[in-house]
């Protein structure tokens, strides 16, 4: 089966469903890089290359180049959504929700609920999340965990490129607000993606790595770094079950639930900041659905709570370790012994 | 040589690394080739392996729990007489051997192709090479060619042995255009054979393939050096149709468990990779109606079309049946209604998947057919 990183299996998903079905739209700034001014028409495809092609193939009219402006790409496409097209609109960083989070908060996220079940909302929010690339504090944030505390909007967390061309297609499928959180050191990373179009559905956990001693639940680039330390702690003879959620909204709480059942031990991985977080959520679920099979506290592995800093080491030092995801393990697996 | 390693075996195409679950033989227990020495999980399915000689096991070297790659020394066998610094300096002085795809093992060089034989794509697997009929594999419903994974390669010594992904399954076009009965699918066969430039074959089909085979044997007979049919549909009218039905339906990984472990007498036989790789194939965009249509054809309202049941027993190729008494998807009574008109192997802690689950008992007896 072919290799694809998640840049390509993104724009495949993409391109295939657009084929498909022609009320889908893409829109957002440079998701072209030039179209409607002199010059070349295609230049970008978007600022990391996701979009690259499709107005060619698509024209003007569904691959719509904007301004900079989040709060009328948004809003056009909450519009557009709830009166029958399918926009796919690109919020380049999610950092920047919050010049348009009207849109995406009280109006897309409540359409459905405001209008007695007859409007829809198929709109998909693509937007990159993550730090590590000396961004700053105003390009490197995750804020999924604010996404997925919103009822009305569903978000995905993909970690690999055979989940993101899935999950992109499942989400452009779906009547709801998706937002979708792609993370910007990722973009590269290669898996096994087949050709055919094909769907994954939200609300189901994948489970990495099996393993009877540690439950670890971690996302996106967070997955791999649980990975690394996966492999340092099999050599002291501690086997964790890593499990990707995939999804933060719809979570698939039984997946997690079950882990920890037989391991009675979680550790949480997020590179968001603590409060508040993906990482507390699962926690409190944890204690309060699974609170007799605990063998031990649960630990979370986050961001410390301060913005994103930009000094390279500062930010390494920021961004949770397969050093620190180890230590924590061993910690919880060796409690009480 | 005296002293023989028993190493890591590579079952399949994507098998890497396997474990060690644990041992049937201890350090001094007399072994024959056929005596089962210990199981191994994959990323697929378990299996048993058998000591393929006669020796002493002197030597237990992968420990249970182990995860060793293909090639890895897991014991040594040698006769009683053979001393033990003999021994000691064989284990110290194995090496795993470097896997050459070039001139290696025929199984590791193998990738699968594609051929175009009438309107679709299909996907097949060829390793081994002789000069007599090949041997052909055909899968079962929602099944692909690495059914055969503990076949293929076993069966493949001095024989052409191919496998194929019927249409609308495995790496084969999705969307079926011709017909879909078996006879639609045995001039699939007769189109893969042709395409091919092979003649006559020695047939393998397991339940929807068995049937398949049966079909292209019972039209073109002179082609069909042995026909091997394993619990096979369409030889009685009985089948587990909430199998069917949730096999069709399933989407999720906790749903997908409970059908397959249908397929199976021991349920912890199929993993979590297994339930994914079954999940990854059923998630593309047209498997779900492409099966749907086909469970239509085949068993409508759960009940099969049983026409092969008079015309196998009168059918002048050499053939057998092979079937797991503990089958949950196609009684074993199927099989033993026709056991007195033609060869009949029933196996014992066998399920709907007897090629896998007892894969060298199954490779026995179809090496012996092939031979006779």
Redesign the interface.
Known sequence: MPQKTIRQALNEALRQEMRRDPSIIVIGEDVAGGAGSAGQRDAYGGVLGVTKGLIGEFGEARVIDTPITESAIMGAAAGAAVTGLRPVAELMFSDFFGVCFDQIFNQAAKFRYMFGGKARTPLVIRTMVGAGRSAAAQHSQSPYHVFTSVPGLKCVVPSNAYDAKGLLIQAIRDDDPVVFCEHKLMYDLRAEVPDEPYTIPFGEANIVRDGDDVTVVALARMVHYAMTAAEELEKDGIEIELIDPRTTSPLDEDTILESVERTGRLVIVDEATPRCSIATDIAALVADKAFDALKAPIRRVTAPHTPVPFAPDLEKLYIPSPEKIAAAVRDVHGYGK | MTVTPITMPKWGLTMTEGKVLGWLKREGDAVGPNDELLEIETSKITNVMEAGENGILRRVVAAQGATLPIGALLAVLAPADTPDAEIEAFVAGFVVPERDDAAGDEAEAAAPREVVAGDYRLHYLEIGAGDGPPLLFIHGFGADLNSWMFNQPALAEGRRAIALDLPGHGGST?ALTGPIDSAGFAADIDRFLDALGIERVHLVGHSMGGAIALSFAGRQSDRVASLTLIAAAELGADVNAAFIDGFVKM????EAQEVLRLLVHDPDLVS?AMVEEVL?YK????VADTLRRIAQEWFPNGIQRAGWAEIVKDLPVPRQIIWGREDRIIPVAHAEALAAKLPVHILDNAGHLPHMEKAAEVNRLIARLIAA
Request: aromatic residues 0%; proline residues 0%; glycine residues 10%.
């Open positions: 999705k989407e999720r990984r906790r979590r990854r998630r593309l965009d047209g």
